[in-house]
């Protein structure tokens, strides 16, 4: 078996009818598209800590602690097969706090707010444009996680219980 598996988190921060997204230029995977605010690869101690890698990759990418954000909860896992690698997505979604200025600046890209109502229509990398859909529709009204399978037509999303 040749597949290696890649886990990678990304960040979607709100400010009222506003989320921040990234137009991410020279990343190793996903390169000239709107993305998440913050995000990336896992570090070898985060493997089994998504929360940790997310607070990492805001704290480097747009210079904001913990203390910054609000409500911040892990949303969304999607799961797609390409170029011989399993990538494993953990979504976040959170909201800025309001102490915090919304002229924020990225050392991956161009930081910048879009309306709700704007972002059906940005260009993202495949799982991700199928989760803001989804979100979009379903999920800024609940509080539920999703996992996502990308079967090459779409991704289907399943409510991840949790349950004994």
């Given amino acids: 078996m040749d597949e290696k598996l890649r ?5 979607y921060i709100t400010k009222g009818d506003e989320m921040l997204l990234l137009f991410r230029q020279g990343g190793s995977v996903v390169s000239d ?3 998440g605010s913050a995000g990336g690869h896992f570090e070898e101690n985060e493997l089994n800590d998504p929360g940790a890698c ?5 704290k480097e990418e747009l210079g904001i602690s913990e ?3 609000r409500n911040l909860l892990l949303r969304y896992v999607t799961l797609r097969r390409v170029k011989g690698e399993i990538r494993q997505n953990y979504y ?7 102490e915090i200025g919304d002229h924020i600046v990225s050392t991956e890209g161009i930081s910048r707010w879009f309306t709700l109502s704007e972002l059906s229509a940005l260009e993202m990398p495949y799982t991700a444009k199928f989760v803001i859909d989804h979100y979009l529709k379903i999920g800024q009204r609940t509080n539920d996680m999703y996992v996502g399978v990308a079967d090459g037509e779409g991704v289907n999303f399943t409510k991840l219980s949790e349950y004994e």
């Fill in 92 to 98: 976040f979604f959170a909201e800025l706090d309001s």
């Fill in 54 to 58: 997310v607070l990492r990759e805001l």
């Fill in 33 to 35: 598209t709107w993305v």
């Fill in 7 to 11: 886990n990678m988190t990304s960040l």
């Fill in 67 to 69: 203390n910054g954000i």
